[in-house]
């Protein structure tokens, strides 16, 4: 999908994830993967490692050199990408103490990747504020 | 996981998807739908021993973290939580309303793709028929767990 296709859904998802309370921890975890893909996707295209018809859906369906070459044209984006995706088997698919801190800190982790993402965005449409 | 924690994540979903309006939310409202009735396809599955209740949760199909106290783990298991309804198939007898509850999160799971990371529109008339499936897959639900109290 395109970098403004990405960037509507993540802005809306985001806006959805301001109306949840914190102890709803297994949507606000999704919301956070979620919306994290987008801005991810948004930087790769931008950053123009992945073309439009190519998007990342979780990072644990990447082969190993796909992770690598995302890796190494940033490896914050993706690896707290998978940071994220590693909190769903143990908090939404599991029963584990700690999901509220959990959710919280994908909750963190999302308004970070967003911050790289958009700043990516900012350099692709203008070079000179680099 | 076990039966009872199933159980809260239903109630925990359905709460966020109180909060949430099914058109102006979609992709949550959508995805709350989807995870909860995912969790009532494995709540009833463990009611009716097809597959355990135990605490060890998907990473991947047949893949499963196992808390432990010296730490978790991963293991590879042929039977245990689905993550979506056919992820992975149940290579077992399945008793028919648990086949209805699966044949009506594949009626949500469609929708997936299309509408949370694709370019479909979603509308009142994709809305009504998330509802309705889901509605049928947690009734399907409420009816085994009753008749297991019994």
Same mark, same amino acid.
């Given at each position: 999908? /395109?970098?403004?296709?990405?960037? *509507? ?11 949840? #309370?914190?102890?709803?921890? !297994?949507? @606000? ?12 996707? @948004? ?12 998007? =990342? ?13 995302? !890796? ?10 998978? %940071? ?31 911050? $790289? ?14 | ?10 109630? *925990? ?13 979609? %992709? ?9 009735? /995912? ?10 021993? =097809? /597959?355990?209740? %135990? ?12 808390? %432990? ?12 939580? =689905? ?6 198939? $149940? ?15 594949? @009626? ?6 299309? &509408? /949370? ?7 009142? !008339? $994709?809305?009504?028929? &998330?509802? #309705?499936?889901?509605?049928? &897959?947690?009734?399907?639900? *409420? $009816?085994?767990?009753?008749?297991? *109290?019994?």
């Amino acid at each position: 999908m /395109t970098p403004e296709f990405h960037l *509507q859904k993540a802005l809306r998802i985001e806006k959805s994830l301001a109306k949840l #309370s914190p102890d709803l921890f !297994e949507i @606000r975890i999704e919301a956070a993967m979620l919306a994290s893909t987008h801005w991810l996707n @948004r930087a790769f295209h931008h950053l123009g490692v992945n073309g439009n018809d190519s998007d =990342v859906m979780h990072t644990y369906m990447l082969t190993v050199n796909e992770f690598r070459k995302l !890796e190494s044209v940033n490896s914050e984006l993706i690896t707290m990408m998978a %940071e994220i995706e590693d909190l769903r088997p143990l908090y939404v698919r599991g029963d584990m103490p700690g999901a509220v801190e959990a959710a919280d800190h994908a909750v963190t982790l999302l308004g970070r990747i967003r911050a $790289i993402s958009e700043n990516i965005s900012l350099m692709k449409a203008n070079p000179q504020s680099l | 996981m076990i039966i009872s924690s199933h159980l809260n994540k239903i109630k *925990q979903l359905d709460a966020g998807m109180a909060l949430l309006d099914p058109l102006e939310d979609f %992709e949550l409202w959508f995805w709350s739908a989807m995870v909860a009735g /995912t969790n009532a396809v494995n709540a009833a599955l463990h009611l009716a021993q =097809v /597959t355990p209740s %135990e605490s060890a949760f998907p990473s991947q199909p047949g893949l499963y973290y196992v808390p %432990e106290a010296e730490g978790n783990k991963f293991i590879l298991k042929e039977f245990g939580d =689905v993550l979506h309804v056919g992820r992975p198939p $149940i290579k077992k007898e399945v008793p028919l309303d648990i086949h209805k509850m699966m044949e009506a999160m594949e @009626r949500i799971e469609k929708f997936r793709d299309p &509408c /949370t990371r694709g370019d479909t529109e979603p509308n009142a !008339e $994709i809305i009504s028929q &998330c509802k #309705s499936a889901y509605r049928e &897959c947690i009734d399907l639900l *409420q $009816i085994r767990v009753l008749d297991n *109290q019994k």
